[in-house]
Protein backbone atom coordinates (compact mmCIF):
# COMPACT_ATOMS: atom_id res chain seq x y z
CA UNK A 1 0.00 0.00 0.00
CA UNK A 2 1.35 3.60 -0.85
CA UNK A 3 1.65 5.91 1.74
CA UNK A 4 -0.77 8.70 0.52
CA UNK A 5 -3.30 5.33 0.75
CA UNK A 6 -2.50 5.51 4.66
CA UNK A 7 -2.78 9.28 4.88
CA UNK A 8 -6.20 8.81 3.56
CA UNK A 9 -6.77 6.33 6.56
CA UNK A 10 -5.10 8.58 8.85
CA UNK A 11 -7.26 11.44 8.15
CA UNK A 12 -5.27 13.48 5.75
CA UNK A 13 -7.61 14.92 3.57
CA UNK A 14 -6.62 13.89 -0.26
CA UNK A 15 -8.80 16.61 -1.69
CA UNK A 16 -6.66 19.22 -0.17
CA UNK A 17 -5.15 20.95 -2.72
CA UNK A 18 -1.51 21.09 -0.78
CA UNK A 19 -0.20 23.30 -3.40
CA UNK A 20 -2.26 26.35 -3.26
CA UNK A 21 -1.65 26.67 0.14
CA UNK A 22 1.65 25.87 0.25
CA UNK A 23 2.86 29.24 0.46
CA UNK A 24 0.61 29.88 3.77
CA UNK A 25 1.96 27.45 5.26
CA UNK A 26 5.82 28.47 3.99
CA UNK A 27 4.72 31.87 6.11
CA UNK A 28 3.75 30.25 8.95
CA UNK A 29 6.78 27.91 9.08
CA UNK A 30 8.94 31.43 9.02
CA UNK A 31 6.69 33.19 11.44
CA UNK A 32 7.20 29.93 13.97
CA UNK A 33 10.85 29.92 13.43
CA UNK A 34 11.33 33.39 13.69
CA UNK A 35 9.70 33.27 17.77
CA UNK A 36 11.63 29.93 18.22
CA UNK A 37 14.98 31.41 17.28
CA UNK A 38 14.69 34.21 19.59
CA UNK A 39 14.30 31.39 22.47
CA UNK A 40 16.50 29.60 20.94
CA UNK A 41 19.68 31.51 21.21
CA UNK A 42 19.35 30.51 25.26
CA UNK A 43 18.42 26.83 24.83
CA UNK A 44 20.56 24.55 22.83
CA UNK A 45 17.78 21.97 22.80
CA UNK A 46 15.42 23.91 21.00
CA UNK A 47 18.12 24.61 18.28
CA UNK A 48 17.85 21.01 18.00
CA UNK A 49 14.17 21.40 17.65
CA UNK A 50 14.18 23.69 14.88
CA UNK A 51 16.62 21.75 12.61
CA UNK A 52 14.18 18.97 12.96
CA UNK A 53 11.47 20.96 12.32
CA UNK A 54 12.93 22.51 9.09
CA UNK A 55 14.01 19.20 8.00
CA UNK A 56 10.60 17.74 8.49
CA UNK A 57 9.15 21.30 6.19
CA UNK A 58 12.09 20.18 3.73
CA UNK A 59 10.89 16.82 3.25
CA UNK A 60 7.57 17.39 2.90
CA UNK A 61 8.18 20.27 0.39
CA UNK A 62 10.03 18.13 -1.78
CA UNK A 63 7.50 15.29 -1.22
CA UNK A 64 4.62 17.91 -2.65
CA UNK A 65 6.85 18.00 -5.86
CA UNK A 66 6.62 14.63 -6.53
CA UNK A 67 4.90 13.46 -10.18
CA UNK A 68 3.77 9.98 -10.74
CA UNK A 69 4.23 8.42 -13.78
CA UNK A 70 1.71 5.35 -14.67
CA UNK A 71 3.60 3.10 -17.40
CA UNK A 72 0.17 1.89 -19.23
CA UNK A 73 0.49 -1.76 -21.14
CA UNK A 74 -2.84 -0.76 -22.64
CA UNK A 75 -5.28 2.11 -22.56
CA UNK A 76 -8.70 2.81 -23.01
CA UNK A 77 -9.12 6.47 -22.67
CA UNK A 78 -12.99 6.83 -22.11
CA UNK A 79 -13.78 8.44 -25.32
CA UNK A 80 -11.78 6.93 -28.52
CA UNK A 81 -12.42 3.54 -29.64
CA UNK A 82 -8.64 2.70 -30.10
CA UNK A 83 -6.96 1.13 -27.45
CA UNK A 84 -3.99 2.89 -27.18
CA UNK A 85 -0.74 0.70 -26.42
CA UNK A 86 2.73 1.62 -24.49
CA UNK A 87 1.85 4.95 -22.73
CA UNK A 88 2.85 6.99 -20.23
CA UNK A 89 0.10 9.12 -18.17
CA UNK A 90 1.63 11.94 -15.90
CA UNK A 91 0.06 12.95 -12.55
CA UNK A 92 0.56 15.81 -10.58
CA UNK A 93 -1.22 16.55 -7.85
CA UNK A 94 -4.66 15.57 -8.62
CA UNK A 95 -4.88 16.27 -12.32
CA UNK A 96 -3.25 14.33 -15.29
CA UNK A 97 -0.89 16.48 -16.94
CA UNK A 98 0.90 14.73 -19.57
CA UNK A 99 -0.23 11.61 -21.81
CA UNK A 100 2.54 10.78 -24.32
CA UNK A 101 3.41 7.34 -26.34
CA UNK A 102 5.91 5.07 -25.01
CA UNK A 103 7.17 5.02 -21.30
CA UNK A 104 8.61 8.41 -20.44
CA UNK A 105 11.96 8.58 -17.82
CA UNK A 106 11.16 10.07 -14.80
CA UNK A 107 12.87 12.07 -12.32
CA UNK A 108 14.79 10.16 -9.04
CA UNK A 109 12.37 12.13 -6.95
CA UNK A 110 8.70 10.98 -9.25
CA UNK A 111 6.94 8.29 -8.42
CA UNK A 112 6.45 5.18 -11.27
CA UNK A 113 4.10 2.87 -10.70
CA UNK A 114 4.16 -0.18 -13.42
CA UNK A 115 1.43 -1.15 -15.23
CA UNK A 116 3.10 -2.63 -18.31
CA UNK A 117 0.71 -5.81 -18.14
CA UNK A 118 -2.39 -4.18 -17.18
CA UNK A 119 -4.71 -2.47 -19.28
CA UNK A 120 -5.91 1.34 -17.62
CA UNK A 121 -9.08 3.13 -17.85
CA UNK A 122 -10.62 5.99 -16.47
CA UNK A 123 -12.36 5.11 -12.59
CA UNK A 124 -15.69 3.91 -13.55
CA UNK A 125 -19.38 6.24 -12.58
CA UNK A 126 -21.95 4.63 -11.39
CA UNK A 127 -25.14 6.74 -12.01
CA UNK A 128 -27.36 4.39 -9.21
CA UNK A 129 -26.33 3.12 -5.84
CA UNK A 130 -27.69 3.16 -2.63
CA UNK A 131 -24.53 2.93 0.02
CA UNK A 132 -26.69 3.27 3.11
CA UNK A 133 -28.14 0.02 2.04
CA UNK A 134 -27.70 -3.78 0.73
CA UNK A 135 -30.34 -6.07 0.16
CA UNK A 136 -30.75 -9.13 2.65
CA UNK A 137 -33.45 -11.14 4.05
CA UNK A 138 -32.90 -9.54 6.98
CA UNK A 139 -33.53 -5.94 5.09
CA UNK A 140 -37.00 -5.41 6.47
CA UNK A 141 -36.53 -6.29 10.08
CA UNK A 142 -33.21 -4.48 10.13
CA UNK A 143 -35.18 -0.97 9.07
CA UNK A 144 -36.72 -1.33 12.41
CA UNK A 145 -33.52 -2.40 14.56
CA UNK A 146 -30.67 0.07 13.55
CA UNK A 147 -30.17 3.90 14.24
CA UNK A 148 -28.26 6.46 11.71
CA UNK A 149 -25.16 5.50 13.37
CA UNK A 150 -25.61 1.90 12.12
CA UNK A 151 -26.33 3.00 8.58
CA UNK A 152 -22.86 5.20 8.66
CA UNK A 153 -20.97 2.33 10.36
CA UNK A 154 -22.41 0.09 7.23
CA UNK A 155 -22.49 2.80 4.38
CA UNK A 156 -18.64 3.43 4.85
CA UNK A 157 -18.37 -0.52 4.42
CA UNK A 158 -20.30 -0.07 1.41
CA UNK A 159 -18.23 2.86 0.06
CA UNK A 160 -15.05 1.71 0.16
CA UNK A 161 -16.07 -1.91 -1.83
CA UNK A 162 -17.34 0.53 -4.04
CA UNK A 163 -13.87 2.21 -4.72
CA UNK A 164 -12.35 -0.90 -4.43
CA UNK A 165 -13.89 -2.08 -7.49
CA UNK A 166 -12.85 0.68 -9.69
CA UNK A 167 -15.74 2.93 -9.33
CA UNK A 168 -14.22 6.26 -8.59
CA UNK A 169 -17.20 8.40 -8.94
CA UNK A 170 -21.34 7.52 -7.87
CA UNK A 171 -24.89 9.18 -7.33
CA UNK A 172 -26.28 7.74 -4.62
CA UNK A 173 -29.81 7.99 -5.40
CA UNK A 174 -31.66 7.97 -2.14
CA UNK A 175 -31.26 7.03 1.09
CA UNK A 176 -32.31 9.01 4.98
CA UNK A 177 -29.54 11.56 4.53
CA UNK A 178 -26.59 9.39 5.93
CA UNK A 179 -25.38 9.62 2.12
CA UNK A 180 -24.75 13.46 2.63
CA UNK A 181 -22.51 12.86 5.98
CA UNK A 182 -21.29 10.19 3.72
CA UNK A 183 -20.01 12.37 0.79
CA UNK A 184 -18.69 15.03 3.39
CA UNK A 185 -16.63 12.28 5.43
CA UNK A 186 -15.02 11.11 2.08
CA UNK A 187 -14.82 14.92 1.38
CA UNK A 188 -12.37 15.34 4.29
CA UNK A 189 -10.60 12.17 4.06
CA UNK A 190 -12.19 10.33 7.16
CA UNK A 191 -13.36 7.92 5.33
CA UNK A 192 -12.61 6.17 2.02
CA UNK A 193 -15.13 5.80 -1.16
CA UNK A 194 -15.91 7.18 -4.39
CA UNK A 195 -16.21 11.03 -5.10
CA UNK A 196 -20.47 10.97 -4.61
CA UNK A 197 -23.25 13.20 -6.25
CA UNK A 198 -26.13 12.20 -3.56
CA UNK A 199 -29.68 12.93 -3.67
CA UNK A 200 -30.11 12.72 0.08
CA UNK A 201 -33.63 11.00 0.61
CA UNK A 202 -35.62 10.41 -2.77
CA UNK A 203 -39.29 11.95 -3.27
CA UNK A 204 -42.71 10.19 -4.04
CA UNK A 205 -46.30 10.58 -3.65
CA UNK A 206 -48.08 9.63 -0.66
CA UNK A 207 -48.14 5.60 -0.86
CA UNK A 208 -45.17 5.42 -3.38
CA UNK A 209 -41.77 4.11 -3.17
CA UNK A 210 -40.10 6.36 -0.63
CA UNK A 211 -43.41 5.98 1.49
CA UNK A 212 -41.70 4.01 4.44
CA UNK A 213 -45.20 3.76 6.18
CA UNK A 214 -46.27 1.46 3.34
CA UNK A 215 -47.63 -1.70 4.02
CA UNK A 216 -47.44 -0.99 7.80
CA UNK A 217 -49.97 -0.93 10.92
CA UNK A 218 -51.47 2.06 11.73
CA UNK A 219 -49.38 4.25 13.62
CA UNK A 220 -45.86 2.01 13.41
CA UNK A 221 -44.39 4.34 11.39
CA UNK A 222 -43.61 7.63 13.59
CA UNK A 223 -45.58 10.26 12.34
CA UNK A 224 -47.57 10.68 8.96
CA UNK A 225 -44.92 10.54 6.27
CA UNK A 226 -44.25 14.63 4.59
CA UNK A 227 -42.13 16.70 2.28
CA UNK A 228 -39.45 16.19 4.82
CA UNK A 229 -39.42 12.96 5.03
CA UNK A 230 -39.27 12.71 1.13
CA UNK A 231 -43.19 11.96 0.34
CA UNK A 232 -45.18 15.07 -1.29
CA UNK A 233 -48.93 15.28 -3.01
CA UNK A 234 -49.76 18.17 -4.92
CA UNK A 235 -47.28 20.98 -6.47
CA UNK A 236 -46.82 22.75 -2.50
CA UNK A 237 -45.35 19.78 -1.36
CA UNK A 238 -43.68 18.90 -4.35
CA UNK A 239 -41.78 22.15 -4.16
CA UNK A 240 -41.25 21.93 -0.61
CA UNK A 241 -39.79 18.59 -0.65
CA UNK A 242 -37.22 20.11 -3.53
CA UNK A 243 -36.23 23.23 -1.28
CA UNK A 244 -36.12 20.66 2.23
CA UNK A 245 -33.19 18.56 -0.11
CA UNK A 246 -31.40 21.91 -0.87
CA UNK A 247 -31.06 22.45 2.87
CA UNK A 248 -30.05 18.66 3.60
CA UNK A 249 -27.03 19.29 1.45
CA UNK A 250 -28.03 17.38 -1.81
CA UNK A 251 -26.43 17.69 -5.11
CA UNK A 252 -29.14 16.52 -6.97
CA UNK A 253 -32.83 15.13 -6.61
CA UNK A 254 -34.43 11.77 -7.32
CA UNK A 255 -37.61 11.24 -7.70
CA UNK A 256 -40.19 8.31 -8.64
CA UNK A 257 -43.25 8.60 -10.79
CA UNK A 258 -44.46 5.05 -10.38
CA UNK A 259 -44.23 2.59 -7.40
CA UNK A 260 -41.25 0.67 -6.38
CA UNK A 261 -40.26 -3.01 -6.45
CA UNK A 262 -38.51 -3.08 -2.73
CA UNK A 263 -41.28 -1.33 -1.13
CA UNK A 264 -44.29 -2.82 0.44
CA UNK A 265 -46.90 -1.27 -1.92
CA UNK A 266 -49.09 -3.50 -4.08
CA UNK A 267 -48.33 -2.09 -7.41
CA UNK A 268 -44.76 -1.63 -9.23
CA UNK A 269 -45.85 0.13 -12.36
CA UNK A 270 -48.62 2.22 -12.05
CA UNK A 271 -48.21 5.91 -12.11
CA UNK A 272 -48.10 8.44 -9.12
CA UNK A 273 -47.07 11.90 -9.82
CA UNK A 274 -49.07 13.97 -12.33
CA UNK A 275 -46.73 15.89 -15.06
CA UNK A 276 -47.94 19.14 -12.80
CA UNK A 277 -46.33 17.82 -9.67
CA UNK A 278 -43.30 16.53 -11.89
CA UNK A 279 -42.74 20.04 -13.74
CA UNK A 280 -42.98 21.97 -10.30
CA UNK A 281 -39.97 19.41 -8.95
CA UNK A 282 -37.78 19.77 -11.82
CA UNK A 283 -38.58 23.61 -11.83
CA UNK A 284 -37.86 24.33 -8.34
CA UNK A 285 -34.56 21.39 -8.41
CA UNK A 286 -33.63 23.86 -11.44
CA UNK A 287 -33.61 26.99 -9.37
CA UNK A 288 -30.79 25.74 -7.33
CA UNK A 289 -28.88 23.66 -9.92
CA UNK A 290 -30.28 20.46 -9.67
CA UNK A 291 -30.90 17.81 -11.85
CA UNK A 292 -33.43 15.78 -11.23
CA UNK A 293 -33.24 11.49 -11.78
CA UNK A 294 -36.96 9.39 -12.22
CA UNK A 295 -37.42 5.89 -10.59
CA UNK A 296 -39.93 4.55 -13.13
CA UNK A 297 -41.27 1.02 -14.51
CA UNK A 298 -44.12 1.45 -16.34
CA UNK A 299 -44.92 3.40 -19.51
CA UNK A 300 -47.24 6.27 -18.17
CA UNK A 301 -45.13 7.15 -15.42
CA UNK A 302 -42.01 7.63 -17.86
CA UNK A 303 -44.05 9.26 -20.08
CA UNK A 304 -44.88 11.79 -17.03
CA UNK A 305 -40.98 12.02 -16.30
CA UNK A 306 -40.20 13.04 -19.53
CA UNK A 307 -42.82 15.44 -20.23
CA UNK A 308 -42.12 17.13 -16.64
CA UNK A 309 -38.56 17.57 -17.71
CA UNK A 310 -36.05 15.12 -15.75
CA UNK A 311 -32.95 14.26 -17.16
CA UNK A 312 -32.80 11.09 -16.43
CA UNK A 313 -35.59 7.68 -16.02
CA UNK A 314 -34.16 5.08 -13.75
CA UNK A 315 -34.66 1.64 -14.47
CA UNK A 316 -37.25 2.13 -17.72
CA UNK A 317 -38.76 -1.50 -17.34
CA UNK A 318 -41.74 -1.21 -19.53
CA UNK A 319 -40.69 1.83 -21.79
CA UNK A 320 -42.58 1.38 -24.79
CA UNK A 321 -41.68 3.03 -28.05
CA UNK A 322 -43.27 6.45 -27.76
CA UNK A 323 -41.48 7.12 -24.46
CA UNK A 324 -38.28 6.12 -26.32
CA UNK A 325 -39.17 8.68 -28.93
CA UNK A 326 -39.70 10.71 -26.38
CA UNK A 327 -36.55 10.21 -24.21
CA UNK A 328 -34.47 10.78 -27.66
CA UNK A 329 -36.43 14.14 -28.36
CA UNK A 330 -36.13 15.40 -24.90
CA UNK A 331 -32.52 14.27 -25.03
CA UNK A 332 -33.18 12.11 -21.60
CA UNK A 333 -31.10 9.77 -20.65
CA UNK A 334 -31.79 5.89 -19.44
CA UNK A 335 -30.26 4.76 -16.62
CA UNK A 336 -30.83 0.47 -17.09
CA UNK A 337 -29.88 -1.21 -13.38
CA UNK A 338 -30.15 -4.58 -15.02
CA UNK A 339 -27.93 -5.80 -12.53
CA UNK A 340 -30.89 -5.06 -9.97
CA UNK A 341 -33.58 -6.79 -12.37
CA UNK A 342 -31.47 -9.86 -12.15
CA UNK A 343 -30.23 -9.92 -8.39
CA UNK A 344 -34.23 -9.23 -7.64
CA UNK A 345 -35.44 -11.91 -10.35
CA UNK A 346 -32.93 -14.44 -8.92
CA UNK A 347 -33.95 -13.55 -5.07
CA UNK A 348 -37.47 -13.95 -6.02
CA UNK A 349 -36.91 -17.49 -6.58
CA UNK A 350 -35.77 -18.17 -2.79
CA UNK A 351 -38.83 -18.68 -0.61
CA UNK A 352 -39.23 -16.50 2.16
CA UNK A 353 -36.24 -14.11 0.86
CA UNK A 354 -38.52 -11.44 -0.19
CA UNK A 355 -42.05 -10.70 1.44
CA UNK A 356 -44.61 -11.99 -0.37
CA UNK A 357 -45.62 -8.60 -2.30
CA UNK A 358 -41.95 -8.09 -3.01
CA UNK A 359 -41.47 -11.39 -4.31
CA UNK A 360 -44.30 -10.94 -7.19
CA UNK A 361 -43.48 -7.79 -8.42
CA UNK A 362 -39.95 -8.60 -8.70
CA UNK A 363 -40.57 -11.67 -10.72
CA UNK A 364 -42.07 -9.49 -13.05
CA UNK A 365 -40.22 -6.64 -13.45
CA UNK A 366 -37.06 -8.17 -12.83
CA UNK A 367 -36.40 -10.08 -16.10
CA UNK A 368 -38.36 -7.23 -18.20
CA UNK A 369 -35.13 -5.11 -17.84
CA UNK A 370 -32.72 -6.64 -20.04
CA UNK A 371 -35.20 -6.84 -22.84
CA UNK A 372 -36.10 -3.52 -22.93
CA UNK A 373 -32.48 -1.90 -22.93
CA UNK A 374 -31.71 -4.01 -25.75
CA UNK A 375 -34.72 -2.19 -27.60
CA UNK A 376 -34.08 1.25 -26.13
CA UNK A 377 -30.05 1.01 -27.07
CA UNK A 378 -31.38 0.01 -30.48
CA UNK A 379 -33.62 2.99 -30.79
CA UNK A 380 -31.03 5.29 -30.39
CA UNK A 381 -31.66 6.47 -26.59
CA UNK A 382 -29.08 7.81 -24.78
CA UNK A 383 -27.37 5.41 -22.17
CA UNK A 384 -25.55 5.82 -18.92
CA UNK A 385 -24.22 3.06 -16.64
CA UNK A 386 -26.04 2.53 -13.57
CA UNK A 387 -26.81 -0.67 -11.56
CA UNK A 388 -28.92 -0.22 -8.21
CA UNK A 389 -25.85 -1.24 -6.14
CA UNK A 390 -27.42 -1.75 -2.64
CA UNK A 391 -29.98 -4.14 -4.38
CA UNK A 392 -27.15 -6.34 -4.97
CA UNK A 393 -24.22 -6.38 -3.17
CA UNK A 394 -21.92 -3.27 -3.37
CA UNK A 395 -18.41 -3.71 -5.02
CA UNK A 396 -20.56 -6.04 -8.18
CA UNK A 397 -21.14 -3.20 -9.87
CA UNK A 398 -19.30 -4.65 -12.63
CA UNK A 399 -21.69 -7.34 -13.64
CA UNK A 400 -23.38 -4.71 -15.41
CA UNK A 401 -21.15 -4.77 -17.91
CA UNK A 402 -21.77 -7.64 -18.86
CA UNK A 403 -25.54 -7.61 -19.10
CA UNK A 404 -25.37 -4.89 -21.11
CA UNK A 405 -23.37 -6.59 -23.92
CA UNK A 406 -25.30 -9.78 -23.57
CA UNK A 407 -28.35 -7.31 -24.26
CA UNK A 408 -26.08 -6.51 -27.71
CA UNK A 409 -24.23 -3.06 -26.54
CA UNK A 410 -20.53 -3.46 -27.66
CA UNK A 411 -18.35 -3.45 -24.92
CA UNK A 412 -15.97 -0.16 -26.13
CA UNK A 413 -20.50 1.48 -25.46
CA UNK A 414 -20.61 -0.21 -22.35
CA UNK A 415 -17.16 1.36 -21.21
CA UNK A 416 -18.17 4.90 -22.52
CA UNK A 417 -21.27 4.46 -20.47
CA UNK A 418 -19.54 3.93 -17.67
CA UNK A 419 -16.98 6.55 -18.05
CA UNK A 420 -17.69 9.41 -21.04
CA UNK A 421 -21.52 9.38 -20.82
CA UNK A 422 -22.23 8.94 -17.24
CA UNK A 423 -19.82 11.91 -16.60
CA UNK A 424 -21.85 14.01 -19.16
CA UNK A 425 -25.66 13.23 -17.88
CA UNK A 426 -23.84 14.17 -13.86
CA UNK A 427 -22.74 17.01 -15.35
CA UNK A 428 -19.22 16.32 -14.42
CA UNK A 429 -16.95 16.00 -17.81
CA UNK A 430 -14.77 18.89 -17.57
CA UNK A 431 -12.68 17.05 -14.79
CA UNK A 432 -13.76 13.30 -14.67
CA UNK A 433 -15.09 10.71 -16.76
CA UNK A 434 -11.98 10.21 -19.52
CA UNK A 435 -8.05 10.19 -19.47
CA UNK A 436 -7.22 13.19 -20.96
CA UNK A 437 -4.77 16.29 -19.87
CA UNK A 438 -6.06 17.97 -17.13
CA UNK A 439 -8.98 16.11 -16.25
CA UNK A 440 -8.60 14.72 -12.52
CA UNK A 441 -6.49 11.61 -12.06
CA UNK A 442 -9.89 9.11 -11.67
CA UNK A 443 -7.89 5.84 -12.98
CA UNK A 444 -7.77 2.17 -12.94
CA UNK A 445 -5.99 -0.92 -14.10
CA UNK A 446 -7.79 -4.30 -14.93
CA UNK A 447 -5.77 -7.72 -14.88
CA UNK A 448 -6.54 -8.63 -18.40
CA UNK A 449 -8.35 -7.26 -21.15
CA UNK A 450 -12.01 -6.86 -21.21
CA UNK A 451 -12.33 -6.46 -24.86
CA UNK A 452 -11.64 -9.88 -24.75
CA UNK A 453 -12.27 -11.13 -21.40
CA UNK A 454 -15.26 -9.71 -19.91
CA UNK A 455 -14.10 -11.12 -16.46
CA UNK A 456 -11.32 -8.88 -16.47
CA UNK A 457 -14.22 -5.99 -15.49
CA UNK A 458 -13.86 -7.83 -12.00
CA UNK A 459 -10.16 -7.81 -11.80
CA UNK A 460 -9.60 -4.21 -10.99
CA UNK A 461 -5.83 -4.60 -9.05
CA UNK A 462 -5.17 -0.57 -9.05
CA UNK A 463 -7.37 2.12 -8.27
CA UNK A 464 -6.24 6.16 -8.24
CA UNK A 465 -8.73 8.27 -7.08
CA UNK A 466 -7.66 12.28 -7.51
CA UNK A 467 -4.21 11.69 -7.61
CA UNK A 468 -4.20 8.96 -4.57
CA UNK A 469 -3.09 5.27 -4.98
CA UNK A 470 -5.81 3.96 -2.70
CA UNK A 471 -5.55 0.02 -4.43
CA UNK A 472 -2.26 -1.66 -6.11
CA UNK A 473 1.17 -2.28 -6.23
ZN1 LIG B 1 -32.53 2.64 -6.84
Known sequence: MYTMYANAQIGLAP?????????????????IADSLFYIAVKCDTMKKLIFLLQACFAFTFCAWGQKTYLYCGRLIDGSSNTVRKAVTIVVDGKRIVQIKSG???????????????RTVLPGFIDCHVHLEFQQSKSSFSDGFRNNEADVAFLSATYAKATLMAGFTT???LGGSGVNVSLRNAINKGVAIGPNILTAGKAISASGGHMDESVGLREGAYRHTPGPEDGVADGTDEAVKAVRYRFKEGADLIK?????????????????????????????????????????????????????????SIEHGTFMN????????????????????????????KIPGFFPQVV????????????????????AGVKIAFGTDAGVYPHGKNYLEFGYMTEAGMPVMEAIK?????AAELLGISKDRGGITIGKIADIIALD??????????????????????????
Request: one cysteine or more.
Open 15 to 31: RYDFRLHAFEFRIREIK
Open 103 to 117: YLKADPDDRVIDLKN
Open 170 to 172: VRD
Open 255 to 311: IASTGGVLDLSKDGTGAQFSIKEIQAIVSTAQDYGMPVACHAHGAEGIRRAILGGVN
Open 321 to 348: NECMELARKHGVWLVPTLTAGRAVADSA
Open 359 to 378: AGKAAMVGPQIQKTFAKAFK
Open 417 to 421: AATAN
Open 448 to 473: GDPLRDMAAFGRVIFVMKEGTVYKGQ
